[in-house]
């Protein structure tokens, strides 16, 4: 039984359960609701709950413990010079896999007999030829060791998928019984179906937290991985970033680092006056009318791809800023540079800024300004002196996501400020950050053994601490600046 028909099976069983529990509950008080501890749609929900957890939990481990087992069992069947390169033992498990399925089609479709349990029993040539008809592509002959682990592993997996059906039905039923079994008048149904949502509750809140410390973990173990075989502080306080597949490469961090703030550093300047003062205006100067068009009109540049803010600076500002601005004043002749880049990631979060600034500055209270307004203040004053100061945590928190978006951005980096990893105060000159190597290192069929794959590993965790920092930053902001209010 396949997963999406066991699926559809146990989600049968789980209403068939709503439906007896809900019965059998009213039936405990000949139909008095009032004599129950519980709803009796809280008795259903138990019921429900009984069937679907365990059988989801069976169903979703199996699925992942049962290609590992295979894979385990099927390796002891490939030559030894294969099982002690990992290398090499990846890619004959790929062939055994693709044989294997290849091995299901054709036999349902008859191009050849059923195997014996050692894979043999069919002559190379026949079974290419089945394996051509199917569509399997491999990169060279079947051997007897391949084909005799694609065998088992095929059977191995037609038992394991009876072994799952089984499994997860009988949990299934099992859980059905139970809760049948536990339905009466006094069965506290509510608390115990309260108690597992909250479960749920807390196993999706802790998603994110778990997120983190698997990218944590991730980016750690390779980072160390690149220390160990090039020198920390090379990379550290490096002036010269110049990988070479070949060897011999230089891994100085600081241009990238230098690239990177920079052009951060002008979206900034463009994006925070921009979109503070633009939700100012929405929130405390516009009509109700004039908001209703302008805010969806600034919004919609959120929804831009950043491949078309890409193509905007390659073909659009990267010239107007070298014809009328750079080469006139001698500043350079290159359209990609650190100021096209800039400019363009500061259009591009202008919406967050302003989106939301303009949702903190509205959920300051109305009867702050009010007061303002009571003690002679006038508008500009309450504004400046009462609701910036109430809304600052938001609006640095806003801050903080621009400021990330650009450290983090990358296409518009690649085609507007170029590729060159250099140091210049020059805005005009052509400039790269950490996340255009990153995806530079990682493009292409790379080692993941060598330094040159590696450093963007180390990139990344650079990324994360620098990320840190600014959160840090702005916690400390927020705590000295921020006004306190009852």
Not at 436 to 448: A, C, R
Request: contains cysteine; glycine residues 10%.
């Amino acid at each position: 039984m396949s997963t999406l028909v066991l699926l559809g099976v146990v989600l049968v069983l789980a209403v068939m359960a709503y439906v007896v529990c809900r019965q059998r509950a009213l039936a405990s008080v000949a139909g008095d609701v009032r004599s129950l501890h519980s709803l009796p749609s809280a008795y259903g929900w138990h019921g429900a709950l009984m069937v679907l957890l365990p059988a989801l939990v069976v169903l979703a481990g199996w699925l992942i413990a049962q290609p590992i087992v295979i894979e385990r069992s099927v390796s002891s069947l490939l030559p030894a010079s294969v099982q002690a390169d990992a290398t090499q033992s990846d890619i004959a498990l790929i062939d055994v896999r693709r044989v294997a399925e290849g091995l299901d089609i054709a036999v349902s479709r008859g191009l050849i007999d059923e195997l014996g349990p050692d894979g043999r029993g069919i002559d190379p040539a026949t079974l290419r030829d089945a394996l051509a008809g199917v569509g399997v592509a491999l990169g060279g002959d079947v051997s007897v060791e391949t084909l005799a682990a694609a065998q088992k592993y095929r059977t191995s997996a037609a038992w394991g998928l009876v072994a799952r059906t089984i499994a997860t039905l009988l949990v299934a039923v099992i859980g059905f019984a139970l809760a049948v079994m536990m339905t009466n008048k006094d069965f506290r149904a509510r608390n115990r179906v309260e108690g597992v949502i909250l479960g749920l509750l807390i196993l999706c809140s802790s998603v994110a937290v778990l997120t983190t410390v698997g990218i944590i973990y991730s980016m750690l173990s390779e980072t160390f991985s690149f220390f160990a075989i090039y020198p920390f502080s090379d990379f550290l306080f490096g002036l010269t970033w110049s990988p070479n597949f070949r060897g011999n490469s230089e891994f100085g961090l600081i241009p990238l680092v230098w690239g990177t703030l920079y052009i951060t550093l002008i979206s900034m300047i463009v994006a925070v006056p921009l979109g503070l003062f633009s939700a100012i205006y929405l929130a405390e100067y516009a009509t109700p009318r004039t908001r209703n068009v302008v805010k969806p009109l600034i919004e919609v540049i959120a929804g831009i791809p950043t491949v078309v803010f890409g193509l905007f600076a390659l073909v659009t500002v990267g010239p107007f800023l070298r014809d009328w601005i750079a080469q006139p004043l001698g500043l350079g002749d290159s359209g990609s540079s650190v100021m096209t880049a800039g400019l363009v990631i500061g259009i591009l979060n202008i919406p967050f800024v302003s989106s939301l600034s303009d949702d903190i500055i509205n959920a300051v209270p109305q009867s702050m300004r009010d007061g303002s307004y009571g003690l002679g203040a006038t508008k500009s004053e309450t504004i400046r002196q009462v609701v910036l100061p109430a809304a600052l945590p938001g609006i640095v928190g806003a801050i903080l996501m621009a400021g990330s978006r650009a450290i983090g951005e990358t296409m518009i980096v690649s085609m507007g400020a170029g590729a060159a990893a250099q140091m210049n105060l020059n805005p005009f000159e052509a400039m790269t950050t950490m996340t255009v190597k990153i995806v530079g290192q990682l493009t292409g069929d790379t080692d993941f053994a060598s330094p040159e794959t590696l450093v963007a590993f180390a990139l990344g965790m650079t990324l994360f601490v620098i990320t840190l920092g600014l959160n840090i930053l702005a916690l400390y902001v927020v705590r000295k600046y921020r006004e306190q209010y009852e």
